[in-house]
């Protein structure tokens, strides 16, 4: 199998035969609760269910890359089905989506041209589109990535590449990791990020990327994209609020890999005894588990994998109480 693909499609990269044996950097993440859940979320029959975030986040992924692609946002809406409900004669108002009329004019529509192998959204989807790209393309930084971000399989360059890299876990066994940025430039990663954060402060961003694991995220493809092209990529996220629709452009110095030399020292710290960025230590504490779990062929442990055992071999966690609690004891006054 090639180890760097232009035009797979989503689909087929998360899902197709070929390629869902290869581990993603959200199914490594799934080790942040245990081994035995990540085992579980990689059979077929535990697909993730999409929320409505999430299908709302694939809607402005997949508008940016239509964008990248040399389209517009305008464009990139006509490819999408719209329902328009039925009016009501006596209000003059849509019908109400509840209403008798407006699910018999919807399910009509679902079945004819208009909808065929199209993706289906509603109105308030088609602002949110509008408004998540605006807000992106208006920053300057963005629309010069998107620029340097054009198409060009020569370069290894554009929109949604698919990395697949084999390596070798300790003990001799395949490593199938994989990653797909969302736009590669010629010496940038950018993964376009949806939140609900109002602020987008340095404060409140980095938050979120301990939150949702993203600095892991970001280590993993660095690292993956170093290995199968010899060079270090910048990595940055590009934050758009659904609530404010503002939009900043993050860096990650403090976060994943920040050279070559990085790289190349991590590559060969065998033993595991130097000190990286938090998204790189992350990265590793948890790449090191699934190898561990690989070469073992066990994933049976829970969450006790994160405590360590005593003298006798026994896990046993000891919580602390939270420091309001602990300066506000309890007292009766009898």
């Not at 890359?65 to 946002?73: A, P, R």
């Not at 130097?274 to 590793?284: A, E, L, S």
Request: aromatic share 12%; glycine share 6%.
């Amino acid at each position: 199998m090639e180890s760097i693909q232009f035009r797979l499609s989503n689909e087929e990269y998360h899902h197709g035969a070929e390629y869902n044996t290869w581990l993603s950097s959200s199914q490594l993440k799934d080790y942040l609760v245990s081994p035995k859940y990540a085992y579980e979320m990689r059979q077929p029959e535990n697909n993730r269910e999409q929320t409505e975030s999430m299908r709302r986040g694939t809607l402005f992924h997949d508008c940016m890359e239509f964008v990248v692609n040399g389209g517009s946002v305008t464009d990139y809406i006509a490819t999408l089905a719209m329902f328009a409900p039925p009016f009501n004669p006596k209000t003059g108002a849509p019908y109400g989506s509840a209403t008798k009329a407006y699910q018999e004019a919807y399910q009509e529509w679902l079945s004819s041209d208009d909808v065929s192998g199209k993706t289906v959204i509603t109105q308030a989807d088609r602002d949110y589109i509008i408004k998540m790209a605006s807000a992106a393309l208006k920053n300057d930084v963005v629309s010069k990535m998107i620029k340097a971000g054009k198409p060009d399989d020569s370069l290894v360059k554009g929109p949604e590449i698919s990395f697949f890299y084999e390596g070798k876990t300790p003990g001799g066994n395949p490593l199938k990791t994989k990653c797909r940025p969302d736009l590669l430039t010629k010496v940038r990663c950018i993964d376009w990020k949806s939140t609900s954060a109002k602020s987008l402060t340095a404060d409140e961003i980095g938050k979120i990327i301990y939150q949702y694991g993203y600095g892991i995220s970001c280590a993993m493809y660095q690292y993956i994209l170093y290995k199968l092209t010899g060079k270090f990529y910048e990595f940055l996220w590009v934050f758009v609020s659904t609530e404010t629709y503002d939009c900043v452009v993050c860096g990650s110095q403090n976060i994943g890999f920040t050279s070559a030399e990085d790289l190349e020292v991590f590559d060969n710290d065998t033993e595991g005894v130097c000190v990286f960025n938090p998204g790189v230590m992350q990265f590793r504490e948890l790449l090191n588990l699934h190898c561990h779990c690989i070469d073992t062929n066990s994933w049976e442990i829970g969450s006790e994998v994160f405590t360590e055992p005593d003298a006798n071999g026994n896990r046993i966690i000891e919580p602390s109480m939270p420091a309001w609690a602990i300066k506000n004891p309890i007292k009766a006054y009898v």
